[in-house]
């Protein structure tokens, strides 16, 4: 799916991505990479190393770009097959794993940057998200048709189980790092699942729709989740869903196996994206450009805006000054609308038909001959006159 606009953190430096461009913001110095100009160049897919290391991006042009962070270096611009949807590194750092719309997982080399892809796994349906275990043994993709897919990474042809009770689409996947058994999942059905994903076995479902206030105007249109992200500190997780005002934060309780709903935090503006920063807080990007960025932290055991951090002022002026390269995407679809399922409603169609034939009956009724005292009359053929009695 195309993330028109977002955010991702690493260490200290916040990169937004948007449009055509990157822009970064970091303490340490950095290098720009020169990658060839072609196409609109819009960035479909992006994610940083497990250690911020490393940050890859697919565009729209079928290009794999690979940067180092620190200091930032474009290292390889790679080609892929087919337009890619989601993006994903290894625990390892040696591979990136490439899910693209046809339903395949390329994997591309990070020690050897210039390196071609390797098919490693396919679906019949296209993939929205890619994931991995972090111990590197299973990868796990999740596709249009409602599927999570747990497969042996060593042989990905071998898969381990299948993680099914969405109605939609699976929009977002999500490995809990610090309870590793342990996978969260997303979909067009507006739920956020909790699953043990080795044996496929759902361990809580909440349906987002409860969590609304069902006075406000957006309280019955139709989301999937855009982002899952995790703050480790406190087993707590943010979710943004496209086009709406909102982040659903939820406290993970692994012991309970459950998912405890926390807060919902609304805005006057769309959510772009939300990230945790460990150590930090809760990013929120929302689209208005006096207020693009707002920084949350728990206080007293709920989550409060820190309009006064130096920091975030900080940040929000660079977001402003490059405001223009995010303002383009502020109406673009992120094509998940175009995921629903298509319905069909076959009996209205029939009665309308039905209806049609009995008018078309009755129609011909009206139209017939009168009938006699008996019956309908016989009509006379030709020549044949009518016999009276004889005396």
């Not at 913001?25 to 994610?47: F, H, Y």
């Not at 805006?305 to 660079?318: I, T």
């Not at 001959?369 to 008996?374: C, E, F, K, R, T």
């Not at 006379?380 to 009518?386: F, L, T």
């Amino acid at each position: 799916m195309a993330s028109s606009v977002g955010l991702a953190l690493c260490g200290h430096a916040l990169v937004v991505r948007g449009g055509s461009r990157l822009l970064a913001t970091s303490t340490s110095s950095r290098e720009d990479g020169q990658p060839v100009d072609q196409g609109s160049d819009t960035v479909l897919a992006s994610t940083f190393s497990k250690s911020g290391s490393y940050f890859v991006l697919t565009d729209d042009s079928k290009r794999l770009i690979l940067f180092r962070t620190n200091p930032w270096q474009c290292l390889s611009v790679r080609t892929v097959v087919r337009r890619c949807t989601a993006l994903t590194f290894t625990a390892s750092e040696e591979k990136i794993l490439v899910a693209d719309k046809s339903g395949d997982v390329y994997s591309f080399s990070v020690l050897e940057p210039h390196g071609g892809g390797r098919l490693e796994l396919g679906h019949l349906s296209m993939l929205l998200d890619v994931a991995v275990s972090p111990d590197d043994r299973f990868v796990l993709t999740a596709d249009r048709d409602e599927k999570i897919r747990v497969s042996w990474a060593a042989a990905p042809h071998s898969i381990e189980s299948f993680c099914l009770g969405h109605t939609e689409f699976v929009s977002r996947i999500f490995v809990v790092p610090n309870h590793p058994e342990l996978l969260l999942s997303s979909s067009g059905d507006r739920t956020l699942r909790l699953w043990e994903y080795r044996s496929g076995r759902e361990l809580h479902c909440c349906p987002l729709t409860s969590l609304q206030d069902p006075t406000e105007p957006w309280s019955d249109k139709r989301f999937a989740v855009s982002r899952i992200t995790y703050w480790s500190q406190e087993d707590c997780v943010a979710l943004s869903c496209d086009g709406l005002p909102v982040v659903y934060i939820f406290q993970l309780d692994a012991a309970q196996r459950q998912l405890v709903p926390r807060q919902l935090l609304t805005f006057q503006h769309r959510v772009w994206d939300a990230a945790f920063e460990e150590g930090n807080g809760l990013w929120v990007l929302q689209d208005c450009r006096e207020d693009p960025l707002v920084l949350y932290r728990p206080v007293g055991g709920q989550w409060q805006s820190v309009p006064e951090s130096a920091e975030l002022k900080r940040v929000c002026a660079h977001v402003r000054v490059n405001w223009a390269m995010l303002e383009g995407c502020a109406g673009v679809d992120s094509g998940f609308s175009s995921l629903y399922k298509a319905t069909c409603d076959n009996m209205t169609t029939y009665l309308k038909k039905k209806e049609e034939r009995l008018q078309q009956q009755l129609k011909k009724r009206r139209q017939a001959p009168p009938s006699g005292p008996n019956g309908p009359t016989k009509k006379m053929r030709a020549g044949e006159s009518a016999q009276g009695c004889s005396s």
